[in-house]
């Protein structure tokens, strides 16, 4: 997530080094010599298959029916690696990650990795339309309606001070790897507020769901689609419009964020490998409601991403015969 064409919380050569460093929750890093990086295999057979796995419930879902199709209707030996954004694509080159499977812009990446460095293609849409922005409970909308245009938050930013906002009201961001312009727009459009990061996309989510039981002031970046919205509306505030190039210059940035056509990217070696993994990555597409309902599994029923999976798959075999085509 998560997300938008860049990520400002980290710079580049920093990522470099994290890339060599950063052991994912399962284990698995970039750089690690001990982890399978045979790619996945030639011929149609498909051997291993390597994807990553970005931090948020969404990216989960959509990895999870990948996964679980692979294993139980191709054979595959898939191995997912927890990895943020950027340390996924790093991967690519070294064959470590064969794909990332819900991408949310990054043309700065696709730049980098696609056209310079050509270790990744682009493997179409997900289908998915993504949505990022701020938001607030709706009780908060119903209670001030004015407050979901942001030429109104200035009038209320001392009613969303924290004790980690410094003063001013607080904006809450989730996980810092998540795309955002955030800092730059609050800056640019003059608003009385501080960026501050709940950490986590659960964090966030608990933050909205107390606000709205309690009647809290919380002001946040969130983003769709997402299963939370069923449970908790939460209203988008709108922002100066968005038009194209406007967000070019980061350090300028002034408008609300483009809706996302969501896709997916594979590593060039496994685009060329003759693996039915591919054309299955390739193939897969299906809506925000497919991805909200296994997301909702995760992360509500606390399924394991492979019975979510499972569950869905057995309910959409047709959707699913139709990417083994």
């Known amino acids: 997530m998560a997300r938008q064409a860049r990520q400002w919380r980290v710079g580049a050569a920093g990522l470099a080094v994290l890339g060599l460093t ?14 399978e990086a045979d790619g996945s295999g030639s011929s149609g057979k498909c051997g291993t298959f390597n ?14 029916v ?6 139980n209707d191709l054979g595959c030996k898939v191995t997912k690696k927890d990895l943020k954004e950027e340390i996924a694509w790093q991967g690519f080159g070294t064959g470590e990650v064969d794909a990332v499977v819900e991408n949310w812009g990054h043309d700065d990446l696709k730049k980098k990795y696609i056209t310079d460095q050509k270790t990744a293609v682009d493997a179409g849409p997900t289908g998915n339309e993504g949505l990022i922005g701020w938001y607030v409970p709706p009780w908060l909308a119903k209670a001030h ?3 979901t245009d942001w030429n109104n ?10 004790s980690e906002s410094g003063g001013k009201g607080q904006l809450l961001d989730g996980d810092p790897s998540f795309v955002t312009n955030d800092e730059a727009l609050v800056k640019n459009l003059k608003l009385d507020y501080k960026v501050v990061y709940a950490g986590s ?36 505030v709108k922002l100066p419009e968005y038009k194209e190039g406007c967000d070019a210059d980061a350090e300028k940035v002034d408008c ?16 060329k490998s003759g693996s039915p993994a591919y054309d299955l990555v390739k193939n897969f597409n299906w809506t925000n409601d497919d991805q909200n309902v296994v997301a909702k599994y995760i992360a509500v029923d606390k399924m394991t991403p492979e019975a979510a999976a499972k569950k869905w798959v057995d309910a959409n075999r047709d959707k699913v015969d139709a ?3």
């Open 145 to 147: 309606p004015d407050i």
């Open 201 to 236: 996309e659960t964090a966030l989510i608990q933050t909205f769901r107390k606000a709205e039981k309690n009647k809290e002031w919380v002001i946040g970046y969130f983003y769709e689609p997402q299963w939370f919205m069923s449970e908790v509306p939460l209203e988008k």
């Open 51 to 64: 994807v990553a796995v970005n931090p948020w419930v969404g990216y989960e879902a959509n990895a999870a």
């Open 153 to 162: 938050l200035n009038k209320y930013a001392s009613k969303f001070k924290t």
């Open 256 to 271: 609300d964020y483009p809706v996302y056509k969501l896709d997916k990217i594979v590593s060039a070696k496994f685009a």
């Open 66 to 71: 990948i996964a679980y199709v692979a294993e």
């Open 323 to 325: 990417w083994l085509k």
């Open 22 to 35: 950063l052991t994912a929750c399962g284990g698995a890093k970039v750089g690690d010599s001990s982890s």
